[in-house]
């Protein structure tokens, strides 16, 4: 099966701060990674999928990149709303995985 | 509006068994894959099971292999999610997602998810 690594684990920084995410997976995933964003006590929300994709709706703050095995999370200039917990995913094989989340926490 | 909505959740014994629905309106249910997705208190997110547009095709984590069963009803737009022999360790809160551009081979993009329904396993 195939693991998924993100760091860090926690972070704090403060609004306006450019926040990268960085997921790293066991193998190859062929760029078939995703992030959710998760607010206390609400659902995951789909931010990007294939790496780079922006889901509809998602503010362009949002960014992703990478291939092959190292992937990252772009926050361009953190605001107040986007204090949550992100997650990684990879979606090639099966069984999906999640990287155990990054909290991102106002400094 | 897309809308997803989990019941069936509850306080069970271990060795119990509970049924999870997920209503889904709002889309073409019958034309999307959709998954179950659980979270433990405090704790990441797991992926339990994922079941093909016409339920033909059904997929497990080896956590819950042979004890829980994935299944749809595209006349009544509801998914569902039979778990038996429950442990303390499925406590959870469990998610349904609707799953874009899945395969086979591919579990696809979850691409909605519902707001979750709590399961806690104990005596």
């Known amino acids: 099966d195939i693991q998924m690594t993100q760091s860090p684990s926690s972070l704090s920084a403060s609004v306006g701060d450019r926040v990268t995410i960085t997921c790293r997976a066991s193998q190859a995933i062929n760029n078939y990674l995703a992030w959710f964003q998760q607010k206390p006590g609400k659902a995951p929300k789909s931010l990007i999928y294939a790496a780079s994709s922006l889901q509809s709706g998602v503010p362009s703050k949002f960014s992703g990149s990478g291939s092959g095995t190292d992937f990252t999370l772009t926050i361009s200039s953190l605001q107040p709303e986007d204090f949550a917990t992100y997650y990684c995913q990879q979606y090639d094989t099966y069984p999906p995985a999640f990287g155990q989340g990054t909290k991102v926490e106002i400094k | 509006e897309v809308q997803l909505l989990e019941s069936g959740g509850g306080l069970v014994q271990p060795g119990g068994s509970l049924r999870l629905s997920c209503a889904a309106s709002?889309?073409?249910?019958?034309?999307?894959?959709m998954t179950w997705v659980r979270q433990a208190p405090g704790k990441g997110l797991e992926w339990v099971s994922a079941i093909s547009t016409g339920g033909a095709s059904t997929y497990y984590a080896d956590s819950v292999k042979g004890r829980f069963t994935i299944s749809r009803a595209n006349s009544k737009n509801t998914l569902y999610l039979q778990m038996n022999s429950l442990r303390a360790e499925d406590t959870a809160v469990y998610y349904c997602?609707?799953?874009?551009?899945?395969?086979?081979?591919?579990?696809?993009?979850?691409?909605?998810w519902g707001q979750g329904t709590l399961v806690t396993v104990s005596s």
């Open positions: 709002g889309f073409t249910f019958s034309s999307y894959a």
């Open positions: 997602a609707i799953i874009r551009d899945g395969s086979s081979s591919s579990p696809g993009v979850y691409y909605y």
